[in-house]
């Protein structure tokens, strides 16, 4: 009979002392023992311990050995919740000696159970850094708890790429500033950034705000376009990395595309020393954006380029190019080069000439 009232003397100590763990005022009757505890409640508690693994009010200092041993299991470990949807995890206590069990959450009175397992559950969440933690009491008086860690996300509502304190074409060689926008995304840490050119990769960048709730980003990578960029497309992406147990496909939000104008030249397009066959157009290209407008010269005049080229269209020219940067002048030295069938043709030809002046120089020379 003793020991069976030492036994229900230690029970209801257990039961007073989970009960006068909540911060809620004495008067406040205890709450009932569920086995699930729904949120919320307007009372506020106080901060939870910043240890994830603790004992508490120790009756001597062998008592600390035990935080690495307390049997408290969380399932899952690690939680990944988008904003607004439910949120559950259980916690369960493998051990014997262990007689209470309970969640302390904030905005939410802490509840307490005299069983193996409680779960905790929320319809839609909607705390950003929320905090929950099981805890158990031991028969020396003292907690043991285990924090459940919790990351609540929500990918951003819109991500937008421009040219940082520019608009309209750039030049070629010059630096640039690509600037990415992310709105409205958390937690921010979580973010990857990714710029593009067409498909290749440009660069990447993480942000280092620790804040949880969503917040508008700004990301910058510096370019040096070229003439060979003019045409080609900008984009950029932002995808919240959260690792294992977040969603299987993480969450990407892609901008929309910049189309580069590069403005360059004139440059020339063909060899300074250009062959052409004869009877060929002579032309050569010369590059530049906008168009710039060229000038042909031989010998100091100006000269259309001829459609059908002959032997004397050999020679050397200036071009003068006048672009929207820069007027250029380049030199080049046009050879005319003959077609083979052609030079057979005048051979016969020659050939037959030549032997209808020998007939008539015989004829001259003996007459009938």
């Known amino acids: ?7 229900v003397t230690l029970l209801l100590f257990h039961l007073f002392d989970c009960v006068n763990t ?3 005022p004495s008067s406040t009757p205890a709450p009932p023992l569920p086995l699930q505890i729904s949120p919320p409640t307007p009372t506020i508690l ?54 209470t069990l309970g969640w302390e959450v904030p905005l939410e ?40 860690s919790l990351v609540v996300y929500k990918p951003p509502n819109e991500v937008l790429i421009g040219v940082r304190n520019h608009t309209g074409p750039m030049l070629a060689g010059h630096q640039y500033t690509l600037q990415c ?8 840490e979580n973010l990857i950034v990714t710029f593009y050119k067409e498909q290749a990769i440009l660069g990447q960048l993480r942000s280092n705000n620790t804040t949880k709730e969503p917040v508008t980003e700004v990301f910058n990578l510096d370019i040096y376009p070229d003439k060979d960029d003019d045409g080609l497309q900008y984009w950029c992406e932002a995808k919240l990395e959260l690792g294992p ?10 901008s929309q595309n910049i189309t580069a104008s590069i403005l360059f030249g004139p440059e020339l397009a063909c ?21 710039p407008a060229v000038i042909w010269f031989r010998d100091g005049k100006e000269v259309a380029l001829p459609r059908n080229s002959g032997r004397q269209h050999t020679g050397k020219y200036s071009i003068l190019a006048k672009g929207t940067l820069e007027q250029r002048n380049f030199t ?37």
């Open 1 to 7: 009979m003793v020991a069976l009232g030492c036994s």
């Open 22 to 24: 909540s911060p809620v």
């Open 46 to 99: 106080p901060s939870l311990p910043s240890s994830s693994v603790s004992i508490l009010n120790p009756s001597n200092p062998g008592e600390s050995a035990k935080s690495a041993q307390c049997p408290l299991v969380i399932s899952p470990s690690r939680l990944v919740v988008r904003y607004e949807d439910p949120v559950t995890a259980n916690c369960s206590v493998t051990e014997q000696g262990f007689f």
């Open 109 to 148: 009175s802490p509840g307490c159970i005299i069983g193996r397992f409680l779960v905790w559950s929320v319809d839609s969440m909607t705390e950003w850094s929320i905090k929950a933690a099981c805890f158990t009491l031991v028969e020396t008086g003292g907690q043991c708890q285990r924090t459940l």
């Open 181 to 188: 926008s992310v709105y409205a995304a958390a937690p921010a």
């Open 245 to 254: 147990e977040g969603p299987r496909h993480p969450p990407v939000v892609r």
């Open 271 to 291: 060899p300074a020393k250009l062959q052409v066959k004869e009877g060929e157009p002579l032309s050569c290209e010369v590059r530049g954006n906008p168009e």
């Open 332 to 368: 080049v030295e046009v050879e005319v080069l003959p077609v083979s069938g052609r030079s057979c043709k005048n051979c016969n030809r020659h050939f037959l000439q030549a032997v209808l002046l020998i007939q008539a120089t015989f004829w001259l020379y003996n007459p009938l």
